[in-house]
């Protein structure tokens, strides 16, 4: 089953020179597929990732996300999981709360009781990181934070992730946590993914390699 399919898709940054970053992208994205897209720094791959998942607009062309082209913000809420390489935590919140982040913006039920907060719990204990989900992000090591952000991505049960470039901050020691944390996750919940990287031992471990290159997607 498909879950994500972009047709000729079209980027232009008017300002300051009309840069035509993504001249007809074409991807499709199925359920539990998992996808890498290399490519050099500043070729496009966070932009395509962000359209992806519906973060920024595209001049031309057209997404479809689980059978549905018009309501974005649902979509993106309640079915894609974001990771990000700069982790994008809340440094003055705890773990815990950073984690239940995705499922307070979505409205969904947190208390003590609730299935959010007994899936955030879980995926603590899945990242390894549950004796500290007390602790403020900002008091965490990086490959700590990554780990969380991973377990926040997955926090509303979404069917497609998106990562961009997860390990990118990262040590080698971690950088290798990080990716086989990512993909067994993936392959244990029954998840899509989407990663940008320049690593290409995380790219191996997926199912298909697209290069990003002068604003084609090529295999």
Do not use: W
Not at 55 to 61: A, I, M, Q, V, Y
Not at 166 to 175: A, E, Q, R
Not at 193 to 205: F, P
């Amino acid at each position: 089953m498909t879950v994500l399919q972009a047709k000729n898709i079209h980027k232009i940054f008017k300002k300051p020179d009309n840069l035509h970053i993504l001249k007809g992208i074409d991807l499709e994205l199925k359920h539990n597929e998992s996808i890498a897209i290399m490519g050099a720094s500043g070729v496009g791959k966070t932009t395509l990732l962000h359209i992806l998942g519906t973060l920024e607009s595209f001049n031309t062309g057209s997404l479809n996300i689980l059978n549905n082209t018009t309501l974005k913000d649902e979509i993106r809420n309640k079915h894609i999981g974001f990771i990000f390489q700069s982790y994008n935590l809340l440094e003055d919140l705890t773990l815990l709360d950073n984690i239940l982040m995705p499922a307070r913006i979505a409205r969904k039920k947190v208390t003590a009781t609730s299935e959010a907060y007994k899936r955030a719990n879980l995926l603590l204990e899945e990242v390894g990181l549950e004796n500290r989900k007390n602790y403020l992000a900002k008091n965490l090591s990086g490959g700590e934070r990554q780990r969380a952000a991973i377990a926040r991505a997955f926090c509303n049960d979404p069917d497609i992730i998106l990562a961009d470039e997860p390990s990118g901050n990262l040590d080698f020691d971690n950088s290798n946590i990080i990716h086989n944390l990512l993909i067994n996750s993936v392959k244990k919940f029954n998840k899509s993914l989407i990663v940008a990287t320049h690593d290409k031992k995380l790219a191996s471990l997926c199912d298909k390699i697209y290069y990003l290159e002068n604003g084609k997607l090529t295999t």
